[in-house]
């Protein structure tokens, strides 16, 4: 059974930065998009970045500049470099995978953001 699990987040202060992991297991196959997404309180899941097994990444616009998207393939991981962070960054962060048509969600992670 394919598995994702996020690591990294936590509590960092306006400005800072973090580093998030998801990892699959289950699987020794790549993946076709990894990605994360996010969720913040009463709003509604977004897309944060987007990466192919190719390389091709994908911002929303809020984080442009800010976040790094990267996987290295050979570990079945994508990772999120976040840095200068904002209140508004605040939300629970989940990995999205996708392959032959079938999606993969991570149970999620949290960061808070404090100002």
């Known amino acids: 059974q394919v598995q994702l699990a996020e690591s990294g987040g936590g509590l960092v202060q306006a400005g800072g930065s973090l580093r998030l992991s998801c990892t699959a297991s289950g699987t020794i196959f790549r993946f076709n998009a990894m990605g994360w997404y996010r969720q913040g309180p009463g709003k509604q899941r977004e897309l944060v970045a987007a990466i192919t097994s190719g390389g091709s990444t994908n911002y929303a616009d809020s984080v442009k500049g800010r976040f790094t998207i990267s996987r290295d393939n050979a570990k079945i991981t994508v990772y999120l470099q976040m840095n200068s962070l904002k209140p508004e960054d605040t939300a629970v962060y989940y990995c999205?995978?996708?392959?032959?048509?079938?999606?993969?969600w991570g149970k999620g992670t949290l960061v808070t953001v404090s100002s």
């Open positions: 999205n995978a996708d392959r032959l048509g079938m999606i993969y």
